[in-house]
């Protein structure tokens, strides 16, 4: 009986990050639109002590990062910026190349003075995490890497042929047309998909998003980002080319039902000092399905 009631008080305290919902960001942080590279981020930064900078995917804004960049803040400074064309960034006509993007996130740094950080990326973000840590390794201290590729890396050309990815190619002025109003039901293809779990995604999470990207221009961005991987690719093989592997270490984070150890073996490709980390019971949308288990494999290597 005494367990039990130890067990319902520590559930009891446990953060609200084992909610699946959007959550707001710490009333400590706050936001603000960063010039960089030709354009507009939108960036939140709280906390205090060494960076650590959080980048998102499609599907989801900087504010996937929420309970983690709370967690975080007790002893680091956090900066989570929307990247370019994506939740409440400016929208430019172009720059939407991985290898651009990192440029727009270096320009965050200076911008805020931050000299060196740590990289936790998901999904595009990990795209414009590589050309960032590779044209950047001055600046970028270590690299909790998360379930999505890199274009142009390891078994690229065959995993873009999988008919599972048919919306890499799905853009276009028609295409943009049929998503428009529709944005909700797009983006339900993917959570659905892409989890373990799709009831895991809640109600106000997917009416959140689809919010977000039904703002104008939104969609027609998201469109590009994906319109960029045939020049990714190229970016990326050049850059390994040339670089060579990087030496930080790198923490290689799979969904136990998405790309699982796979995310190790690609990494492996272009860095030199890689680790594997498994987020049990999770699809693809790691900080919806399984938020403690994410938090816990990052803070554990941004803690070595």
């Given at each position: ?5 130890i ?26 639109m960063?010039?960089t590279?030709?354009?507009s ?25 929420a ?8 002893d ?21 190349t ?51 590729p ?22 276009g002025?028609?295409?943009e ?40 221009h ?78 816990q ?8």
């Amino acid at each position: 009986m005494r367990k039990r009631l130890i067990a319902l008080a520590l559930s009891a305290l446990l953060p609200l990050a084992t909610l699946a919902a959007i959550q707001p960001y710490p009333p400590s942080f706050e936001t603000q639109m960063v010039q960089t590279n030709g354009t507009s981020l939108y960036v939140r930064v709280g906390g205090k002590g060494p960076a650590v900078v959080l980048l998102h995917g499609f599907g989801d804004t900087g504010d996937m990062w929420a309970p983690l960049a709370a967690a975080l803040a007790r002893d680091h400074t956090v900066i989570v910026p929307d990247l370019r064309g994506m939740g409440l960034s400016a929208h430019p006509d172009g720059g939407y190349t991985k290898k651009n993007q990192a440029l727009d996130i270096i320009g965050v740094m200076d911008a805020l003075k931050v000299e060196r950080a740590a990289l936790v990326t998901h999904d595009i973000g990990n795209m414009v995490g590589y050309p960032l840590a590779v044209q950047f390794p001055e600046r970028i201290t270590r690299w909790a890497v998360i379930d999505a590729p890199l274009p142009g890396i390891g078994d690229w050309d065959n995993i873009i042929r999988t008919p599972f990815l048919w919306h890499f190619n799905f853009r276009g002025p028609d295409v943009e047309r049929l998503v428009q109003g529709r944005e909700r039901i797009y983006l339900d293809r993917f959570y659905n998909e892409f989890s373990a779990d799709p009831k895991r995604i809640d109600e106000q999470t997917r009416e959140h998003y689809a919010a977000l990207y039904g703002r104008p221009h939104a969609m027609h961005d998201a469109f590009e980002q994906f319109g960029a991987f045939s020049q990714d690719a190229i970016d990326n093989k050049a850059l390994l080319a040339s670089r060579g592997k990087i030496s930080m270490p790198v923490l290689a984070i799979g969904a136990e039902k998405s790309f699982g150890s796979a995310m190790a073996d690609d990494l492996r490709f272009v860095a030199s000092n890689v680790t594997v980390g498994i987020v049990p019971a999770s699809g693809h949308w790691i900080m919806d399905e399984n938020p403690q288990a994410t938090m816990q494999l990052v803070s554990g290597f941004l803690a070595q």
